[in-house]
């Protein structure tokens, strides 16, 4: 069965360290998003891409975050200087299409570690 | 704005108990509402969902009413199994835009033999 893969598993970084969070979402999936969770708070919508394009955004994505599918089949969030508050687990998602049918399929998730 | 409020975990169970885990949502409008469950080392996957007010989503013998004049879509199951146990997610969205998910903070359920 097809699925949304997510790697690494687990990234440590320093403080102001720029980190990519890379994503390969199912294959015939058109529309992409990233979510995070901190620790013991609620999963967050951050980002939402498709067509090559962010098409909707939370306040958090702000312009230290960036979004980009690179290839054919990577889906990557790239935090440009690390702050001890991005520490989080974060999800990707992808959806066939926008029918009320089509489901958003999760990757296991990364935690981000931030030191 | 849209939010989602789920019950404190863990919650503790022994194989065969009936299971009720809340979940209450704010919501402009009327989204659909949606059970995600992620168990160890995977992903969340869909588990149940309701598009309309007095709409039941059931699978794997879990089952949830989408409640209107009470905003609540508690996740309910007669008996559960050790192989239940991971945390449960209630998450809403509306079907205009790009349909993002808005979730609560899960909740863990841990099934004892």
């Known amino acids: 069965e097809p699925e949304v893969t997510q790697t690494p598993s687990h990234q440590v970084t320093q403080m102001g360290q720029e980190v990519i969070l890379r994503c390969v979402p199912i294959s015939n999936h058109l529309y992409f998003y990233w979510y995070r969770q901190i620790l013991g708070q609620k999963v967050e919508f951050l980002v939402s891409?498709?067509?090559?394009?962010?098409?909707?955004k939370s306040e958090i994505f702000d312009d230290q975050f960036s979004v980009e599918r690179p290839d054919g089949s990577n889906f990557t969030l790239k935090i440009r200087s690390t702050k001890l508050e991005d520490s989080a687990m974060y999800f990707c998602a992808s959806k066939e299409g926008l029918a009320a049918y089509n489901e958003q399929f999760f990757g296991p998730g990364t935690r981000l570690t931030v030191l | 704005g849209n939010s989602v409020t789920q019950m404190e975990g863990p919650v503790t169970l022994s194989e065969e108990a009936f299971l009720t885990i809340n979940c209450t949502y704010t919501?402009?409008?009327?989204?659909?509402l949606f059970w995600y469950v992620q168990y160890p080392g995977e992903g969340l996957q869909l588990l149940l969902k309701a598009t309309k007010a007095d709409d039941k989503g059931s699978n794997k013998g879990f089952e949830a009413t989408y409640r209107k004049e009470t905003t609540s879509f508690h996740l309910e199951k007669g008996s559960v199994q050790v192989s239940d146990s991971a945390v449960y997610f209630c998450?809403?969205?509306?079907?205009?835009?790009?349909?993002?998910?808005?979730f609560g903070t899960g909740t863990r359920l841990l099934v004892s033999p």
């Open positions: 919501a402009t409008g009327y989204p659909s």
């Open positions: 891409f498709y067509n090559n394009e962010i098409s909707e």
């Open positions: 998450a809403l969205s509306f079907n205009t835009g790009f349909q993002k998910l808005v």
